[in-house]
């Protein structure tokens, strides 16, 4: 037993608890001297020993610093990132408002003089247009797929509704299992538009709920929260509320990218604002179209209403 003390005693490294990695790598040289007998000037930078001291130095001091920003970011009223915040208050059940495109009105409008190769234009929904007061992208968002403009006889302008923003999606393949559900790794999740997300099982849209319980029974929806972790989750029900998606189903998540109130333009004279084409139209034999030559956009209502994310001091209060 004595024995075993002794034994214990001899490969003892650090004589106190020391908190600073200064403190801790000064026992280790201490202890280096003592045990091989060798001067403290084998242990500077210059020499092999010394290099190796460095590094596991280092090395300590990036633990330390995880297991404290891993403590620190788990308590709400400490945690520093936005990230944390949120998801910390998604798991207290609050789901934490994301970003809101600003949204704005234009016309397309023909030239005059032109010789155009087709009667007709097609424009996709989700149409890309750029801002060239920000920089920014917007999107044309259409009631249906598509929508056609004339080339030839009588122009009629229609009013677009504009959203700014760049749409991306991501696809998975069900499972078919109750409750199921998706993470969309997006690192900055809260800058997800939050109402404009659309999701496709098979190509056929489902629709979107607030909550598990307003979904019908069998009822082909789904619920898109902040993401607990980050991006954004997407639930699907049990058959009870909301239907389950058949096992090997195409889930296709449709969201928009959005950089909330920057996408704001102040000012009251909407012709100050003004817009280029991004993407062609189609001719109605599926021919490409450079829109600039035919049309050019005019600015009914200038973009606005555009949110940033939610203030994370209201996070912290409301979680």
Known sequence: MASTSNQ??????????????????????????????QSRTVFTAASPFGQILIVLENLSQLIFYYIEDSITELNINEASRVSSMYSLSALAGHNPSRAIGATGQIR????????????????????????ENNGLQY?????????????????????????????????????????????????????????LVNVYV??????????????????????AKTGITNGLDIYFG??????????????????????GAIGNIKTDDPRQVRFSFIDTGFSTLGEDITMSDYFYIQTVSPPNFGVDPEDPNLTRLIA
């Open 202 to 223: 098979n190509g056929e849209r489902w629709i979107k709920y607030d909550s598990l319980l307003d979904m019908p029974r069998n009822a082909k929806g789904f619920i």
């Open 8 to 37: 214990s005693q001899s490969f003892k490294l650090f004589t106190s608890l020391r908190i600073r990695i200064r403190d801790i790598l000064s026992e280790s040289i201490q202890y280096l001297q003592n045990t091989y007998k």
């Open 108 to 131: 397309i409008l023909r030239k005059s003089n032109i010789k155009p190769s087709s009667s007709k234009v097609v424009l996709n929904n989700l149409f890309r247009i750029s801002c």
């Open 139 to 195: 999107v044309i968002e259409l009631p249906q797929d598509e929508v056609r403009l004339s080339l030839v006889g009588t122009e009629v302008p229609i009013i677009f509704n504009i959203r700014q923003g760049q749409f991306e999606s991501q696809t998975f393949t069900a499972k078919g299992l109750p409750f199921e559900s998706y993470q969309l790794g997006v690192p900055n999740n809260y800058y997800i538009d939050n109402f």
């Open 238 to 259: 049990n058959g009870s509320f909301g239907k389950i998606p058949n096992t090997g189903s195409t889930i296709i998540v449709e969201y928009l990218n959005t950089d």
